[in-house]
């Protein structure tokens, strides 16, 4: 005689169909399941809840502009370009026009090496300078050689990428938001007419 395991289990087991699916909730499975589908409901709700903001080419949520802006200052509707190491900040494709604190992780995308628009062939942290920016920097002390790379930091710290050699430091670049711990924002530059 053959039978089945599901028949034979489900009859002479007796606990009742009600029991087993109320096992069936409260098993780790379930948690687990559960869980999952909050998490997923949490990041649909986060992809159609962008800003009009974007880092590096990359837009932000409105949950991260808003965790972002604790540190950064108020950040306008615009398509920048941050200097994670460094801090400095600008409009895409145009020369720095701030610092902000660097380390700033909710703006922590790769930096496209011509998001400022720079023709200089000075590298900072991967960024290739503006004209502005290097002769802002260079007036400061960094070498304005082209085909030139270097690692800069919010407190002037300067090395060269090729050689790994310490430079003559620039000065804190930045004190005040050293200081403060926060920035002063992003915004777009006024259009002069």
Known sequence: MEVNFNDYSHRNSGVSKD?????????FASIVKK???????????????????????????ERLLRKAEKQAGVIQPGNYWYD???????????????ILPPFIEELNYPMPENCSGGTTGVFVNGRE??????DLLAGR????????????????????????????????????????KRGFGMRLPKRTT
């Open 129 to 134: 300078l503006h004209r502005k920016d290097l």
């Open 141 to 180: 002390g960094l070498p304005p050689d082209r085909d030139r790379s270097y690692i800069v930091d919010i407190t002037g710290r300067v090395i060269d990428e090729d050689t790994g050699e310490e430079l003559d430091c620039l000065g804190k670049l930045a004190p005040t938001i050293e200081k403060l």
């Open 19 to 27: 029991q087993q699916q109320r096992a069936k909730k409260s098993g």
């Open 84 to 98: 994670y190491r460094a801090g400095f900040w600008g409009v895409m494709g145009g020369p720095g026009l701030g």
């Open 35 to 61: 869980s999952f589908k909050d998490l997923t409901k949490s990041i649909q709700n986060d992809e159609g809840n962008k800003s009009n903001v974007s880092i590096n080419g990359h837009p932000l949520t």
